[in-house]
């Protein structure tokens, strides 16, 4: 019940949305629901139970929620357990509470990869109608022709069907930065193959508005609470498009 729990602007400060008159305003100004209705001052919220969102975006309220950003090297898997007993991404981050990755790579595909234990949030990552951008740097074979980073472009034919455009730039001769949003499996890489350049190496820098140019392979840091923010900003409202699971 609204009655019952922590003031909301107590819970919205703690967050970090601004000092507790800042949240007032906040909720004064209509800009915060719980569990589908508007909030007024004075509301409580069970932080355990209640849904709620500012400005259309889903606040993560719980207290054990974690959210860790990876730098995932290549040969590590990424899943919660693997049947092979292969190195998987959550020994490289703590081993309680217990997480999950958002989406995947492929084991060789190395980056960015968020895993935490926030289910809502990871819901909303990873659903088809919650388009967020992902970026990444593409080592190809040979040197791509104007007329191939066109077709990448506009879109190229996949035995799933045509590719969305995408944002193509030829950082070197062999060397692309692809921002894509649309889900699907090892998509980077069937889209070089299909315009005849096969990717050597693959590196996701970018998952929405969360970038990390210092983290090294096989590092980790807790995402800051304006990053988490972000994303909940990012996939606040639905979007054409796909989620995170886009290149294994």
């Known amino acids: 019940m609204i009655d019952e729990g922590e003031r909301l ?6 967050l970090g ?52 950003l990876l730098n995932k090297p290549a040969g590590v898997i990424s899943t919660a357990e693997d049947t092979h007993d292969r190195r998987t991404v959550v020994h490289l981050v703590p081993a309680e ?44 074979k040979g ?38 949003h649309e889900g699907r499996n090892r998509q980077v890489r069937r889209m070089c193959e299909a315009v005849g350049h096969k990717v050597t190496r693959l590196v996701r820098t970018r998952i929405g508005p969360v970038v990390d140019r210092r983290l090294k392979p096989g590092e980790w840091r807790e995402l800051s609470r304006e990053e988490v923010r972000s994303l909940e900003v990012a996939v606040g409202t639905g979007n054409s498009g796909g989620g995170l699971d886009s290149d294994r």
């Open 97 to 140: 509470p217990r997480v999950f990755p958002v989406g995947r790579l492929d084991a060789d595909t190395e980056g960015l990869l968020i895993v935490t234990n926030d289910g809502e949030l990871t819901h909303r990552l990873t659903h088809p109608s919650f388009g967020i951008e992902k970026e990444y740097l593409a080592e190809v």
């Open 17 to 68: 949305f601004g000092s507790r008159r800042v949240c007032e305003d906040l909720i004064a100004d209509g800009r915060v629901t719980i569990n589908g209705r508007v909030a007024e001052l004075g509301n409580r919220v069970d932080v355990e139970t209640a849904l709620v969102e500012v400005d259309g975006a889903v606040v993560g309220m719980k207290p054990h929620l974690v959210h860790y």
């Open 9 to 14: 602007q107590k819970v919205l400060a703690r």
């Open 143 to 180: 040197v791509p022709s104007r007329a191939a980073l066109r077709e990448l472009r506009e879109g190229v034919e996949l035995e799933d069907g045509p590719t969305a455009r995408a944002r193509i730039t030829a950082v070197e001769p062999s060397l692309l930065r692809i921002t894509i």
